[in-house]
């Protein structure tokens, strides 16, 4: 089932009013154009995640992607807003299989 969201608007008295068009997600780039930072992240709890930044593309290859490396990590995740946040402290293993890949990717913070 999909939400059609109409930009908050309820009603109009212009009979040739016509909803805004829905925005669509960009095509996903190639793999040798996206750029990943790979940051280790303490969250509530003192948990540890990877976090993957910097992902350009459809949210349908970004979960495709999520999968991918939580299966290569054997670790759960999430994927929204172009990062991807892994369970644990990963980033040399995300970080070899990103590069493997093809795509471009290195180690941000401390």
């Known amino acids: 089932m999909s939400k059609k969201i109409n930009s908050g608007i309820v009603y109009s008295t212009n009979p040739d009013f016509e909803y805004a068009s829905e925005e669509t997600e960009p095509d996903t780039l190639a793999k040798d154009q996206q750029s ?30 999520k999968k991918k490396l939580q299966g290569i990590c054997g670790s759960g995740g999430s994927a929204k807003d172009s990062e991807i946040l892994i369970q644990g402290d990963h980033r040399d293993k995300v970080l070899a299989y990103l590069l493997k890949e093809g795509y471009k990717a290195k180690k941000a913070g401390g």
Do not use: A, P, T
Request: charged share 35%; glycine share 14%.
């Open 36 to 65: 990943f930072k790979i940051w280790l992240d303490r969250k509530g709890g003192n948990k540890v995640v990877s976090r993957i930044e910097g992902f350009m593309g459809k949210n349908d290859d970004l979960q495709d992607l």
